[in-house]
């Protein structure tokens, strides 16, 4: 059976490490950032259009009802929109049949359902979000923790209107996920033998 893992998680939570470690722990790929890059060489985009568009819903600006599968409109303006929802659904097929794998955000665990993926959602709270992501800040980027705070909410609210296109389940329900794992004060590395011996006994119940 293919083992697809998706990761869905708060801004800050430390979710894409955690992908990218549990991948490397299991020996599979973790798809991430390479989603944006596909699309964006695909069409012919901007990377940080393509980025912006992949977290937030098309139905918040046009009056669309999003389905298996999307129409394609004749306005100009709602094409661009589209195109990146139709291409990100593609390649996120693509990746579930070339075999196992890790796929970080991008409504994967909704997109992939028909391939049974263990759902991950990975949250934390306020103050341990602030401090990862200050951690982490580039060079010369010094944010005050009120504007950092505003950062992530703002984040977290596009990715809870980018779900509602493919699910009536809420962005971070618990009903929605197999596994929910709180990073709050916790090194993120050391949950990885845990989680990957989870994963085998949770691919090898599904086979049975």
Request: charged share 30%; aromatic share 8%.
């Amino acid at each position: 059976m293919t083992r697809i893992i998706t990761i869905s998680r708060e801004f800050g939570s430390g979710g894409r490490e955690l992908g990218k470690r549990l991948a490397d722990a299991l020996g599979i790929p973790c798809y991430d950032h390479e989603i944006i890059q596909m699309i964006a060489k695909e069409n012919g985009f901007d990377e940080r259009y393509v980025a912006n568009m992949s977290e937030k819903s098309i139905e918040a600006a046009y009056p669309l009802t999003i389905g298996h599968r999307f129409s394609m409109p004749p306005v100009p303006v709602m094409e661009q929109p589209i195109r990146v929802a139709v291409a990100q659904r593609e390649i996120l097929e693509s990746f579930a049949r070339k075999g196992d794998c890790v796929i970080v955000g991008r409504c994967a665990d909704v997109i992939l359902k028909e391939y049974h993926p263990l759902n991950i959602f990975v949250y934390a709270n306020m103050d341990a979000k602030i401090a990862r992501c200050q951690e982490r800040a580039p060079e010369g980027e010094n944010l005050t923790r009120k504007e950092l705070e505003r950062r992530i909410r703002q984040v977290e609210k596009g990715r809870r209107q980018f779900r509602e296109m493919y699910s009536e389940v809420k962005w971070g329900d618990k009903e929605a996920y197999d596994l929910c794992i709180n990073t709050s004060g916790r090194e993120i590395k050391k949950l990885i033998p845990a989680l990957v011996e989870l994963v085998n006994c949770w691919f090898a119940a599904e086979e049975q």
